[in-house]
């Protein structure tokens, strides 16, 4: 078992151990600095964590639609989290965190009824994302 499965076993321990959550997939590349994936699923939820190069991001999705992956943060704005952290890189104990207090939230927005309208909110912010990036670029 590599040292980052290892991690995040450890992070979602009470999520694995209710059966909200269990290990669907993981993948180690040592020769590519480190990096690793490790994907857990449970009812309409996946979520994703990805070490590339030492920092680790946390993305969702639904079971549905299990390669359309967004930022977790994103994904908890989507299904109306309240005061969901901004994107970035974060440890596996918060990725934890986060899924365990909106585990209702994350369900119910991926849920098969709720699919599309997250979808689509997922899209808009996407976009919005894109645009504020573009504002703040500054050429050389």
């Not at 109306?80 to 952290?85: E, K, N, R, V």
Request: hydrophobic share 50%; proline share 5%; net charge neutral.
């Amino acid at each position: 078992m590599s040292d980052f499965l290892e991690d995040v076993t450890r992070a979602f321990g009470g999520l694995i151990a209710k059966g909200a959550l269990a290990l669907a997939s993981h993948r180690h590349d040592a020769a590519m600095f480190g990096n690793a994936i490790v994907v857990l699923a449970g009812g309409d939820v996946r979520i994703r964590l990805v070490r590339d190069r030492g920092d680790v991001f946390a993305d969702a999705a639904s079971a549905q639609s299990a390669e359309d992956w967004a930022p977790l943060e994103r994904v908890l704005e989507a299904v109306g989290a309240p005061d969901p952290p901004p994107e970035g890189a974060m440890t596996t104990m918060r990725a934890a965190a986060l899924v365990e207090r909106h585990v209702a939230a994350l369900a119910a927005g991926l849920a098969p009824a709720r699919a599309d309208t997250t979808r689509g909110r997922l899209a808009e912010l996407a976009r919005a994302r894109t645009a504020e990036a573009l504002r703040n670029f500054k050429r050389p």
